[in-house]
Every structure is written in C-alpha cells, then in structure tokens.
C-alpha cells in the first residue's frame, strides 16, 4: 500500500515537470519570435544603412574628387552592400543617389556633388557585394557621361564627361 503512495507522487512530480517544461518551451518561442529576431532585423537595418551611407559619401567625394582635378583624372575605392541596391546620378537635383533595400523597404540616401550631371544615369539593381567604383574623367570627347557595371568583375565604372 505504501509503494502506491509513492507512485503516485511520483507521477504528479512527472507530470508537473512535463507541463513546466512545455509552458517554458512556449515562453522561449514566444520571447525569441518577439524580441530577438525584431532586435536582429534592426541591427541588420543599420548595418545596412551605415554601408550605404559610406558609400554614398565616398563615392560622390570621389566624383568631386575626379572633378576638380580635370581631364584624365581616375578614382578607384572599394565599396560593401550587404542588401540590393541601385546608384543614380541625379541631374534635376545635382546628386548622387544609392537606394537600398531590405525588410523594412526601401530607402535612398543622398550626396551632393560639385560636378554637374548632365543627365539621369541609373543602374537599376545591384546585388549584395564588394565593388570596386572607378570614376573616370576621359580625355576622350567621344565618351559620354555613363554608369557602367561589370558584374563578373565586381566593378562599377563612372564616366565623366563635362
């Protein structure tokens, strides 16, 4: 009679750590789904903001750069976006432009330039990645202000023609 009594407390502390258990599995999923991943998205988000940023303002100062010293003057940097993004050479606003995209949606960053665009350049979708930008005032006056992109070669050209 007395093994009975002990079974059965048995059984209730068994049973009682299966439902702890399981009441802390759902509590673990719940605060993972609510409170990591939305901080994870957020820090990738300002990663991906700070890329671009940088590289908005290395790139227009490059431009500027190529600009003011003249004819056959070359720039090269490197440049790192970890999401899709595009580069627009703005004539109506006289900027340069990378627009972005990532979970939140999309998002453009602006740079003034010195330089005058003479008219719209687009390179529609870039994809995530390491470019080298060269910006090239060619002494060639058969050569029109364009935006180029070589994906095999992860290289980026920017041809200035004033």
């Known amino acids: 009679m007395k093994s009975d009594k002990y079974h059965s407390r048995g ?5 009682y750590l299966i ?4 009441a802390l599995a759902i509590m673990t999923s719940v605060t993972f789904t ?6 994870s998205d957020a820090a990738n988000h300002s990663l991906h903001l700070m890329q671009a ?11 500027d750069t190529v600009y003011t010293n003249g004819a056959g003057a070359v720039k090269s940097l490197m440049v790192r976006m970890d999401c899709a993004w595009t580069v627009q050479m703005d004539n109506l606003k006289n900027v340069f432009r990378i627009t972005f995209w990532t979970q939140f949606g999309s998002e453009n960053l602006e ?5 005058k665009i003479q008219r719209q350049q687009l390179l529609p979708f870039i994809s995530p990645g390491t470019y080298t930008v060269i910006i090239v ?5 058969n050569i029109s202000e364009t935006l180029q992109l070589e ?6 050209y920017i041809y200035l023609n004033p």
Not at 111 to 115: E, L, V
């Open 11 to 15: 059984q209730s502390a068994l049973e």
């Open 34 to 39: 609510q409170m990591i991943n939305p901080a």
């Open 151 to 156: 994906t095999n070669g992860g290289l980026i």
């Open 137 to 141: 005032w060619s002494e060639n006056e």
């Open 111 to 115: 740079a003034d330039i010195h330089y």
């Open 53 to 63: 940023r940088a590289a908005v303002n290395s790139i227009a100062g490059a431009i």
């Open 19 to 22: 439902i702890f258990s399981a």
